[in-house]
């Protein structure tokens, strides 16, 4: 474990001012990659919560996990909402606890069928509504994160 | 198109939230968008590949990275700090496997049970 952490530091680390200019990357489940510092490195956070109140709390310590390592980016990403009450909700606790939250994806049956198959939600359903808002999240990303390296 | 951004995004949360969903489908629009795109999987249950478009047949022989490639370097002070043994451009040429549009992927790799801790 500890050694999966430091490769992902020093990988993630390392990679400024390589070849590739967008990294992604997908981080350990829960919290301890951010109190050990694994994510230092990085540019933006996105905690992914859904919404119900024990998500948005993990959400909540991941944010402010990340603010305190000092990372300029830092938005929640709300997964699987499924009404309009729901969305209300996060948006409220977001207000709440001072969190940026960078968009509300749908609940979308297209995420859960590309799971059952093994495949990409992108290849199974492009033009699934949930495939729009992570479009619409990723456009925001890059105007708010891009304009520092112009 | 693009070529000014250098990002570097870490998508976290809860097992379940659909973490991997939102980081392998935004990697993919990031790519189809023109950008040149790095995966990393750090999760060390990994399944971003398959999101990534990867069939699991495959995805399933991608060798992690290995821990050798990690050093462990003391500076004049005394400090250790742990660092990659070799470039980067250098590890990714090497371990990084090919994903739909373009994109890179590497793995941080999984939990050895036996030797974990």
Known sequence: MCRTHATVRSLLGALVGSVEELTVADMEAGLEHLSRGTARHADAILAVVEPY???????????????????????VVANKVRTPEEQDAIAAFCRRHGLQLLGA??????????????RAPVDVAPQARGIAEIAALAGRLLDVGGNGGR | MGASHRLKIAVCGKGGSGKT????????????RGHRVLAVDGDSNPNLAITLGIPPDEAERIPPLPRTLLEQRTDESGATRTVLAEPPEVILDRYAVPAPD????????????????
């Open chain 1, 105 to 118: 994806i749908p609940y979308d049956e297209a995420f859960a069928a590309a799971d059952r198959e093994g």
């Open chain 1, 53 to 75: 109140f024990k998500s948005l709390e993990t959400g909540r310590k991941a944010y402010e996990c990340a603010r305190e390592l000092g990372i300029p980016h830092v938005y």
């Open chain 2, 21 to 32: 969903t939102v980081a392998g489908t935004m990697a993919r629009l990031l790519a189809r």
């Open chain 2, 102 to 117: 373009g994109i890179r992927l590497v793995l941080m790799g999984r939990v050895d049970h036996a030797g974990a801790g």
